[in-house]
Each structure stands twice: as structure tokens, then as C-alpha cells.
């Protein structure tokens, strides 16, 4: 099971993350801040959100409806301590799949995630996918352009792909960081600026006109 946590209190959130993974979840991805829930969701598929109602920089539950007036539609579940019918209600109607209320146990917790997963199926990503002169193929992790193979290391191909399943979005270093590497590896954000730049490199993007670096932020691929 891959989760997204968006909870702006540190030691819930550590809390949370801690014992989601003692029972077994194998991904956690923890934000404190709504923006980045929001972009996060958008970068990567997550089977169920855990949304907590009070973030700082965009609140749960606009960023529950900022994601389904986008099209999302992964399972989101709403974390908050209001428990009046007229707050579930406020919850349920922005998009949230399921409501839970603090406090809680994190077995009652684990059973709402699993049942939530049930009936979340990942998008079907298509297998080859054409991009200018250039073909990249999931399956066999392969690119080539104009019919001719281009030698990428794993994480140029990832950073590649990463970037193409997110055309015309810019995706932070953090981002980049977190799919790519994972928040626990020891890397700096000058290795993914090297990364980036070998891989211009190697498909003759030097002049930055398919990647394009928005300074400050990250990168992007431009519809």
C-alpha cells in the first residue's frame, strides 16, 4: 500500500508515519502543508490520501475539492478532531471518501486505509509513450529517438519519466527527490540538478528548450 500523509503536527505526524509502517504499510510519503498535499498527489498515485482538516497553506478540505475539480480520483480519507454531523457532512461533500475523527486508534485506522484500497485501482499508464522524435518504453525502460537507442542510467530514465507523466507541471526539487531517490537517502538537491543536467545532455537539450528549469522551484516538460 503506497499513502500519503498531509498532517501539520510533528509529533502526530511522525507518530502516524511510525506505526502505519510497524503495521506493514510499505510506502508513506508525510507533507505538512496543503500545497504540497495537492502537488503531491498530482505527481504520483497514492491508494488512499490521509487528509487531515486543519494544514496551513490550503486547508483539507479545498485541497479535497482542488483535487477532485482536477480529476483525481484516489481514495481520500479525512483526518480531523471536528465530530459534528455538520463537519462530516462538509467533509464527505468537498470529495473525501471517509472520515475519521481524533482521536483514534491505528487499528481502526489501518482497517479504514485497507477497505478504502480495496476499491482503488491505479491508473492504467500506457506502456509506450511518444514524445517529438523521442519514444519511451515503461517496459523495458528504454528510450530512443528517431528510432535510434539512447543509454540512460536508471534515474536519468526515471527523472524522464517522471517528468512526462507530469507534462505541463512543474514538479519540485523535493518532489523530484522524494519519487526518484526517497526522502531517506542522503542527497543533495545539487544531485538532481546534475542529474537533470546529464540527461539534457544525452537527449541535446543543452539550450533547456524541453526541459525547462523554473528557477527557484524545479522542472518541468511544457505541454
Not at 528510450?143 to 507530469?166: A, C, H, S, V
Not at 545539487?190 to 543543452?206: H, M, N, S
Amino acid at each position: 500500500m503506497k499513502v500519503l500523509l498531509a498532517e501539520d503536527d510533528v509529533y502526530l505526524g511522525e507518530l502516524i508515519v511510525h506505526l502505519l509502517k510497524k503495521k506493514g504499510v510499505e510506502h508513506v510519503d508525510w507533507v505538512q502543508e496543503g500545497e504540497d498535499a495537492y502537488d503531491y498527489a498530482l505527481a504520483s498515485f497514492y491508494d488512499v490520501i490521509i487528509l487531515d482538516w486543519m494544514l496551513p497553506n490550503g486547508d483539507g478540505v479545498s485541497v479535497c475539492q482542488r483535487l477532485r475539480k482536477h480529476g483525481y480520483h484516489g481514495a481520500i480519507l479525512m483526518l480531523t478532531a471536528k465530530d459534528a454531523v455538520q463537519d462530516r457532512v462538509e467533509g464527505l461533500e468537498a470529495g473525501a471518501d471517509d472520515y475519521l475523527v481524533k482521536p483514534f486508534e491505528i487499528d481502526e485506522l489501518m482497517a479504514r486505509l485497507k477497505a478504502l484500497s480495496r476499491r482503488t485501482f491505479a491508473p492504467i499508464q500506457e506502456e509506450i509513450v511518444r514524445w517529438g522524435a523521442f519514444e519511451v518504453n515503461r517496459t523495458t525502460h528504454t528510450l530512443t529517438k528517431n528510432g535510434e537507442q539512447m543509454i540512460l542510467t536508471p534515474r536519468e530514465f526515471q527523472l524522464l519519466d517522471l517528468l512526462l507523466q507530469n507534462k505541463g507541471r512543474v514538479l519540485t526539487r523535493d518532489i523530484i527527490l522524494d519519487r526518484i531517490w526517497g526522502y531517506d537517502a542522503d542527497v543533495s538537491m545539487k544531485t538532481i540538478d546534475a542529474t537533470v543536467k546529464l540527461l539534457r545532455k544525452k537527449i541535446g537539450d543543452e539550450r533547456q528548450q524541453l526541459i525547462k528549469t523554473v528557477r527557484g522551484v524545479g522542472y518541468t516538460i511544457e505541454k
